[in-house]
Nanobody, 126 residues
Framework: QVNVIESGGGTVQAGGSLRLSCAVS????????MAWFRQVPGLEREFVAG????????IYADSAKGRCTISRETAKNTVKLQMISLKPEGTATYYC???????????????????WGQGIQVFVSS
């Protein structure tokens, strides 16, 4: 059984920084391509950033470029999302997701992921 667990959310002032972490347990020894999504009530889940199974390839939503950095610690099967210069519109529930073990690269669509965390709340105050 693959478990995805997020941590690091909370409240931050506009302009501040926050780092989210995601740990995968029970997964393939070769790792999983992974991504972060976010969702606001009433809206669709939105892609933020993704990283390949090896960690060599990353992709970002246009809104995240320059302000978010995704990275992984392969040995720990952990992925981090560093966010800087946060804005109030960044307030959302952030989800970490992992693809099936045969997938090498991250995807931008939520239906490309087999495993999801419970979500973690990020609140950016103005």
């Amino acid at each position: 059984q693959v478990n995805v667990i997020e941590s690091g959310g909370g409240t931050v002032q506009a302009g501040g920084s926050l780092r989210l972490s995601c740990a995968v347990s029970g997964g393939a020894s070769s790792g999983h391509a992974m991504a972060w999504f976010r969702q606001v009530p009433g809206l669709e889940r939105e892609f933020v950033a993704g990283i390949s199974r090896s960690g060599e390839t990353t992709i970002y939503a246009d809104s995240a470029k320059g302000r978010c950095t995704i990275s992984r610690e392969t040995a720990k099967n952990t992925v981090k999302l560093q966010m800087i210069s946060l804005k109030p519109e960044g307030t959302a529930t952030y989800y970490c997701a992992a693809r099936g073990s045969s997938m090498i690269f991250a995807a931008r669509r939520p239906d490309g992921y087999d495993y999801w965390g419970q979500g973690i709340q990020v609140f950016v105050s103005s």
